[in-house]
């Protein structure tokens, strides 16, 4: 009896330690997933201004290679939503690791309705936040891009720094761009020097409505999946 309770006792961190390992690894894996979906980016104002009404809660859309905050409230000329999610770029991670960034992806955006995806970046000279091919990107800054704890809020090589500009006076359309050097883009030839129209925004994920084809997909994906597992799907 006594040796049964000792062997129990002996037992008993190993159940443990197995239990918060399975744990550990559904988290894992669930964030995966959710970091995985793709998401419409919306923005608010850090500070409260006479904007605030007309910048909460706006779509970050994509035209001309570049992503714009649409404050607009009748528009007649419709831009493709952001609709992106984070992915690996090839070649940056040991990179990133090693300029002590704690963790942060590539970041994708579908483009067009057919779901081409572009990279997501950081112009180097003008920090205006662009999308483009890979060639397009790789030159730039591309990373690394992750989200705050709580999972919402778009970051940016750790942080978040984003600054919506109004580039033309009277534009309902204002550019998005990456304060990378925490000095108001005020480098010889950016923006921050011209007298433009500057606001601090947050980059808010939101998550998008999931339709049929949509969920027809993940299910395709998943059984794809375990056939290359080597499972049985049932």
């Not at 909460?56 to 609709?83: C, M, W």
């Not at 730039?140 to 109004?166: H, S, Y």
């Not at 534009?171 to 020097?193: H, K, N, P, R, S």
Request: glycine share 8%.
């Amino acid at each position: 009896m006594v040796f049964g309770i000792l062997t129990a006792t002996a037992a008993c961190p190993a159940i443990i330690g197995t239990t918060e390992a399975i744990r550990h690894g559904q988290k894992k894996n669930n964030r995966e997933e959710h970091r995985g979906r793709k998401y419409h980016l919306t923005v608010s104002l850090l500070k409260r201004s006479r904007y605030s009404a007309q910048f909460d809660g706006s779509y970050i859309v994509l035209k001309h290679n570049k992503l714009y905050v649409d404050t607009r409230r009748d528009a007649r000329e419709q831009f493709f939503p952001a609709t992106a999610n984070y992915l690996p770029f090839p070649g940056k991670k040991e990179v990133w690791r090693k300029a002590g960034f704690a963790g942060g992806e590539g970041f994708v955006t579908m483009i067009n309705d057919q779901r081409f995806l572009n990279w997501v970046y950081v112009d180097k000279r003008t920090h205006e936040v662009k999308y483009g091919v890979r060639a397009e990107a790789e030159p730039q800054i591309v990373g690394p891009w992750d989200c705050t704890k709580m999972e919402r809020r778009l970051t940016f090589q750790g942080w978040e720094g984003f600054i919506a500009v109004q580039e033309e006076d009277g534009d309902d359309m204002w550019a998005l761009y990456f304060d990378v050097a925490d000095d108001g883009l005020t480098e010889e030839g950016q923006i921050g020097t011209q007298k433009k129209r500057m606001l601090e925004v947050e980059v808010w994920r939101k998550e998008m409505r999931r339709d049929y084809d949509d969920a027809l997909q993940e299910r395709t994906e998943r059984m794809e999946m375990r056939e290359e597992l080597g499972h049985t799907v049932e």
